[in-house]
C-alpha cells in the first residue's frame, strides 16, 4: 500500500507561503488573495515533489518514482562495465 501524501503536503506548503507571501509583499487588498513576488517565483518552478517514508517502511509515489529512476540508471552503468570487461561474444 502506498501512501501519497503529495496533494496534503502541496496544499500546506502553498498556505503557509502564501500567508507570508501576502503579508508582506502583496497589494492590502482583504478581499482578494494576489499572489506576492515570492509566490510568482516559487510557482514558476511546478508542483513539489513529496519524498516520504511512513512509520511501516510505505513511501509516497513521488519517492517510488524517484529510487526507480536511480536504480534503472545505476543498472544502466553497471552493465556497461559487466559489458565492457567481458568483451564481445
Sequence with gaps: MTYNPSSSAQGRSQGQRGRACRGFNAPRDNNKKVDGP????????????????GPWAEMSSDLHALINCISERAAEVRWRGIKSVEGPH
Design 38 to 53: 515570492i509566490a510568482r517565483r516559487l510557482k514558476e518552478y511546478g508542483r513539489v515533489k513529496a519524498f516520504v517514508v
